[in-house]
């Protein structure tokens, strides 16, 4: 027994050498990437680690998610943060869009601990974050590492009621594109866990959530992890660090409003109150700044426009469902036209609109686009029939007219069915669409002797240039 015990302190002792001499050849301010998690698996990370870290501390961990792997460029992206507020970035370089999240929790899992049992982290201060699924997966996390402390979703978030209010209390900080669909979802998470008494913040940037933001809003979202680790205790006092955090902030704010973005502006002060009201800062300079604002004729009017273009965006949503939901079910293809043409009078009214609005009509656009491929997902899933695949199919493409998967899908349906005209007829829209993957027209199931056809190949020959078979001589 005791022979047995011996030898399993000396394997854990010889383990823990070969990690620590792994670790020490990660050179201080470069990003490393490639690392493994477990020398069992192919997953692997990029690793930054600050230059002013010393042997023999343990500093806190940002643990970054992107839906495509990018983990080396998301840890670059990451590191003037790292420098500045004391972080090490360790972002994961598996691709996560194309699992669930069910599979992809277990990959947090093993990264998480791969870095609590061989990196110099505080075990107090580990936080998660992540872009689109990757964020889906770090607001997950908490579920598979409880002493998380906080959790930066960009663009996306996950949460259950049920399971949210058994975990231990983080700070939540959304960040979210003022042009995507998803806004009202990140806001509503925000209230979410603010509801549940869990620290809240929500930064926004210009554009879309299909790629990180700029690490200017990205500092401004993870100091909410610094400010609250400095309150609580985990981080030494460094009022130094702070001045500089808000005057960082407080310089967004300034942008806004050089930019004549009044309303954000003053969104973004009353934020900074609540923020710092802990902290030795100048808050009498915000509500200087804030009382301006109030007195400005323009802002006035843009809180005006804002709070307009909210009401009717969410009536327009609500509207878009019921429709959409009504046609599918009744197959009604009748009424494709009508759905195209909502996409050209929602870029028509951006085009005409005020600030307020041309962000509204661009988030209807995308949100046009991300309910019809919600619906088509499901459907493809289901056992409707051919009827319904090859409708919802249609509407996608009516929708967004660049994303080859609804026309790759009609293609296989119709062809299946038949129905080659159809084939064909998508087939030839999708190539004028500069698509140009010949392989994955041939790949496509269900439609062997199509594939064959002297028509399929003929389009295929008249966009792409050559064909696999009925080649010209």
Not at 90 to 112: G, Y
Not at 165 to 187: I, P, R, W, Y
Not at 386 to 395: A, H, M, Q, R, Y
Request: proline share 2%; net charge negative.
């Amino acid at each position: 027994m005791k022979r047995g015990l011996l030898l399993s302190f000396f394997i854990a002792i010889l383990s823990f050498g070969q990690i620590c001499s792994q670790e020490a050849r990660i050179a201080k301010g470069t990003v490393v990437d490639t690392l493994s998690v477990q020398d069992s698996i192919s997953e692997t990370f990029s690793i930054y680690i600050p230059q002013d870290f010393q042997n023999g501390e343990t500093w806190p961990v940002l643990v970054l998610f992107d839906p495509q792997g990018r983990g080396r460029l998301t840890a670059q992206l990451f590191r003037s943060i790292a420098e500045e507020q004391g972080y090490i970035i360790a972002a994961s370089n598996e691709v996560l869009n194309k699992s669930s999240l069910q599979t992809n929790l277990p990959k947090a899992s093993r990264l998480i601990n791969r870095l609590l049992i061989s990196m110099p982290v505080n075990a107090n201060m580990v936080y998660v974050g992540g872009l689109g699924e990757g964020a889906q997966l770090a607001s997950a996390a908490p579920l598979i590492y409880k002493d998380i402390k906080g959790v930066l979703a960009v663009g996306d978030a996950w949460a259950n009621a049920e399971l949210t209010d058994k975990l231990k209390t983080f700070v939540f900080s959304a960040v979210a594109g003022d042009e995507d669909a998803k806004l009202f979802n990140m806001q509503a998470l925000v209230e979410f866990y603010k509801q549940r008494k869990f620290p809240t913040e929500i930064n926004y940037f210009d554009g879309k959530n299909n790629e990180w933001p700029d690490s200017f809003v990205l500092s401004n979202a993870v100091n909410a992890f610094t400010l609250d680790a400095i309150n609580r205790g985990f981080r030494e006092s460094n009022q130094e660090l702070v001045q500089r955090l808000f005057s960082n902030e407080l310089e967004s704010t300034e942008m806004l409003r050089r930019q004549r973005n009044y309303y954000q502006a003053y969104e973004k002060l009353e934020q900074m109150e609540a923020k710092y009201a802990l902290f030795d800062v100048n808050t009498d300079e915000l509500k200087d700044r804030m009382k301006s604002l109030r007195r400005n004729k323009v802002y006035r009017q843009q809180r005006r426009d804002f709070r307009k273009a909210e009401n009717l965006e969410a009536e327009k949503q609500e509207e878009y469902r019921y429709l959409m939901e009504m046609d599918i079910i009744s197959t009604n293809f009748e009424n494709i036209g009508w759905w195209e043409y909502q996409m050209e009078e929602l870029q028509e009214l951006y085009e005409k609109g005020n600030l307020a609005e041309k962000k509204v009509y661009n988030r209807l656009q995308d949100f046009l686009q991300e309910l019809s491929r919600s619906h088509f997902n499901i459907i493809m899933e289901s056992q409707a029939g051919i009827d319904t695949k090859i409708f919802v199919s249609v509407l996608r493409t009516a929708l967004d007219k660049e994303d080859p998967e609804a026309y790759l899908k009609i293609i296989s349906l119709a062809g299946h069915d038949g129905d080659h005209q159809t084939a064909l007829m998508y087939l030839e829209d999708l190539l004028k669409t500069g698509y140009d993957d010949m392989d994955a027209l041939y790949e496509i199931d269900g439609i062997l002797d199509l594939k064959l056809s002297k028509e399929y190949n003929d389009l295929i020959r008249k966009y792409l240039g050559e064909s696999k078979y009925y080649k010209q001589s």
